[in-house]
């Protein structure tokens, strides 16, 4: 059963940019809040952004401000993060997850899709 699927990773020079999709069927989209999250290797997964159903608030992890945006299209059931001015630190496996709760606690994310790989190269 397909959930949450996310897209638009690939290879890209440092300081170049990228834009990620996630669509997910509404059933868990409409009314949930989207948020990013990345893994690089050996390392932790990390917060990146999230975005409220309605699209009026989002907030993001201090090392992406800035760079990163957080938007969405509740026609399309899809949430996006555009990617600008991308640094080799920002390589990692990025994941999309939606939650009824705003928020970026442990233990957020209902659903999640399988991730796409970002490689930044310097």
């Known amino acids: 059963q397909v959930n949450v699927e996310e897209s638009g990773g690939g290879l890209v020079q440092a300081g170049g940019s990228l834009r990620l999709s996630c669509a997910a069927p509404?059933?868990?989209?409409?009314?949930?809040?989207m948020g990013w999250f990345r893994q690089a290797p050996g390392k932790e997964r990390q917060f990146v952004a999230i975005?409220?159903?309605?699209?009026?608030?989002?907030y993001y992890a201090d090392s992406v401000k800035g760079r990163f945006t957080i938007s969405r299209d509740n026609a399309k059931n899809t949430v996006y993060l555009q990617m600008n001015d991308l640094k080799p630190e920002d390589t990692a496996v990025y994941y999309c997850?939606?939650?009824?709760?705003?928020?970026?606690?442990?233990?957020?994310?209902?659903?999640w899709g399988q991730g796409t790989q970002v490689t930044v190269s310097s």
């Open positions: 509404e059933r868990i989209f409409s009314g949930y809040a």
């Open positions: 975005i409220r159903w309605t699209g009026e608030e989002s």
């Open positions: 997850a939606s939650d009824l709760s705003y928020g970026y606690y442990n233990g957020w994310g209902s659903h």
